[in-house]
């Protein structure tokens, strides 16, 4: 960064700009004052509140989009990190439209709220009971609204927390920090964008939306502090899986699964989802074994053999666990929506035939904001419940969804 030698020097070239100092002192002034003095909303600006948890907002603003539930979806994290000197339990979590005093929209009970509450870097996704001190915790929470213009533009959270017993024998800290506190934080603000609209990954009949939006699943709970933050980092992606839907015990392999090839995903074509230009090209590494999950590899190997399309307008697909040698584009190529980049495979971090897929907004797919798609065209079949295929509701043609969780889905051939 350069720095101008004379402070004359830039007040001739910025003459319309400039002024005395007294004005540019008081103009200085009168701009950054604060009427509640840094308090935030929803505490009282006459006495001071004791307040033992720092709530904040994680990532980018969230874009609500429409599931094939009907349902408008919207997707974001909060940290909660735990000042108290006694471990925290949080017992209630309302979600206010607009601010501290607005209706409350959602409201999720204990069990809920520790459903949705995980420590960092937490590969496993496994939930924790309490927040232990000095301790930062992720909510995952998904707002689920009937229409767009039901979503509110804002929210906020008020959170009542239990506090377990003191970690030290303080008699003044015993004192000052009650065994019940509800506070506000967490402001989060709904993002006016839409979507991307891309088309299907995969073709043909019998595709499981696995680990997808919006429950709780290791993608949901995969919040890796990467890229220099906390990043929800596969927030909308899907393991597509295959299914043969003939069978009355459904099942995604044929024979005893124990190679790759019995798998029904295993060599089937992936999709070029929209025109676009290749950014990134993986494809030397192995398949793994089904069911035996490589502990040795290292954090870029995660993907396997991977491909990477920047789509336009800032969004990039992500296409991971292909097979070795079977991409069949290269970095600059160009590529037509439905042309195939590519056979899907089971190397890297997978524990059976599946194709990772995602939407992120860099070509850096765990480091960068993982943003939700809509397909424009698809047969919504059911979901799977078990080892059945419930069929339904509204089985039929979809446009412009995001498959949920558990969906099965036929793409067109």
């Given amino acids: 960064m350069r720095r101008a030698s004379l402070v004359l020097v830039a007040c001739a070239a910025l003459l319309a700009a400039c002024s005395s100092a007294a004005d540019s002192t008081e103009s200085s002034a009168t701009s950054t004052v604060d009427p509640r003095g840094g308090i935030p909303p929803g505490y009282p600006l006459d006495t001071d509140v004791m307040a033992p948890l720092v709530i904040t907002a994680l990532g980018p603003d969230p874009i609500p989009v429409t599931g094939t539930d009907g349902k408008v979806h919207v997707a974001y994290e909060i940290s909660v990190l735990n000042l108290s000197p006694r471990p925290a339990t949080i017992t209630e979590l ?30 496993e996704a496994a939930p924790v009971t309490d927040i232990p001190v000095g301790r930062t915790v992720v909510l995952v929470l998904d707002g689920v609204y009937d229409t767009r213009a039901e979503v509110p533009a804002e929210v906020t959270h008020r ?96 024979g005893d699964g124990s190679k790759n090839d019995d798998y029904f995903a295993y060599d089937a074509p992936l999709l070029a989802v929209a025109d676009g230009t290749v950014v990134s090209v993986v494809s030397d590494k192995k398949d793994e074994p089904p069911h035996q999950v490589n502990q040795s590899l290292t954090f870029d190997q995660l993907g396997g053999n991977y491909v990477i399309i920047d789509i336009g307008g800032g969004n990039y697909a992500f296409y991971a666990h292909m097979i070795p040698g079977s ?11 439905g042309q195939v980049i ?72």
């Fill in 159 to 254: 959170l009542v927390t239990s506090y377990g017993p003191f970690i030290t024998q303080d008699s003044g800290l015993n004192a000052r920090y009650p065994d019940t506190v509800t506070q506000i934080g967490g402001a989060v603000k709904t993002s006016a964008r839409s979507p991307v609209t891309i088309g299907p990954p995969l073709a043909g009949d019998g595709w499981v939306a696995a680990n997808g939006c919006c429950v709780i699943t290791s993608h949901r709970g995969a919040m890796m502090a990467v890229g220099g933050r906390i990043n929800g980092t596969e927030r909308y992606a899907v393991d597509w899986m295959r299914i043969d839907m003939n069978n009355p015990v459904l099942s995604s392999s044929d």
């Fill in 327 to 337: 991409a069949s584009v290269k970095v600059g190529d160009s590529v037509s929506r």
């Fill in 342 to 413: 590519g056979d899907l495979g089971n190397s890297g971090n997978t524990t059976e035939v599946h194709l990772h897929f995602h939407v992120s907004q860099a070509p850096a797919p765990l480091s960068s904001d993982n943003v939700p798609y809509e397909i424009d065209r698809f047969t919504f079949v059911g979901s799977t419940a078990t080892d059945s295929l419930v069929k339904g509701p509204d089985a039929g043609e979809r446009t412009d969804q995001l498959p949920l969780n558990s969906d099965v889905i036929n793409f067109p051939k």
């Fill in 94 to 123: 309302d979600t206010l439209a607009g601010g501290p005093d607005g209706k409350v929209v959602a409201r999720l009970t204990k069990d809920e709220v520790l459903a949705r509450t995980f420590p960092l870097a937490n590969f």
